[in-house]
């Protein structure tokens, strides 16, 4: 056997690209970061602007940002039985699609709004924070929800759970757990009140600005 040199070592295996990183959402959901800043993007109306689209004509603009970011609310049929909780939907082409529909005649027609969305008084921003849905006042007006009516303390529930805690919830969608049925009640109460406090003091940023 004569001998040889080695021109080059050629290594053959299984190549697998990298898994991509995900990170988990207030709700729990586990998303990548590019799904989080295109949610967060939405939510601040700067749908388009990564794709180099400045210049969209209002229309589009409007329709993607309308369908970017969906917040369903609760769904019940006609007898009122609940067939869906609050959910957030979205749809990464959105500006594509605004843009086909728009081609099609499809507009975003304010006047006719029967029914708006509002991220959730006091709480923490987030894409996935279903809110709550508010309709027109007699008036006319969108009447921001009272906080205090919102977090209602009276509508706290403690129960002791399998783990031998005590479980304090909220239907808005808050709980907490302590060792004693009093401490978890307490601590409902402040986290309650600290999102009161939270929400009123936006709202008078919001009338000020």
Not at 4 to 31: C, D, L, M, N
Not at 127 to 153: M, Q, R, S
Not at 175 to 182: G, I, L, N, P
Request: overall charge negative; glycine content about 8%.
């Amino acid at each position: 056997m004569t001998d040889k040199e080695i021109v080059q070592a050629i290594q053959f295996g299984s190549h697998q690209p990298p898994a991509p990183e995900y990170s988990r959402a207030e709700s729990g959901q586990q998303v990548t970061p590019e799904f989080m800043a295109f949610i967060q993007q939405a939510l601040s109306g700067r749908i388009g602007q990564s794709e180099g689209t400045a210049d969209l004509d209002p229309q589009v603009r409007a329709l993607a940002e309308e369908l970017s970011v969906i917040h369903l609310p609760e769904w019940s049929d006609e007898v009122g039985r609940k067939r869906a909780d609050p959910t957030v939907t979205s749809m990464k082409q959105a500006v594509r699609v605004a843009d086909y529909l728009v081609k099609r005649g499809v507009r975003v027609h304010p006047e006719l709004e029967e029914v708006r969305w509002m991220p959730t008084p006091g709480g923490l921003p987030g894409a996935f924070d279903t809110g709550l849905h508010i309709v027109k006042d007699e008036a006319g007006g969108w009447p921001a929800p009272d906080p205090d009516e919102f977090y209602d303390l009276e509508e706290i529930q403690v129960k002791q759970v399998d783990n031998g805690l005590w479980s304090a919830t909220h239907p808005r969608g808050v709980s907490v757990e302590a060792a004693t049925k009093s401490e978890a009640y307490a601590a409902m109460v402040d986290i309650l009140r600290n999102r009161i406090e939270l929400a009123k003091t936006a709202d008078e940023r919001h009338i000020y600005e």
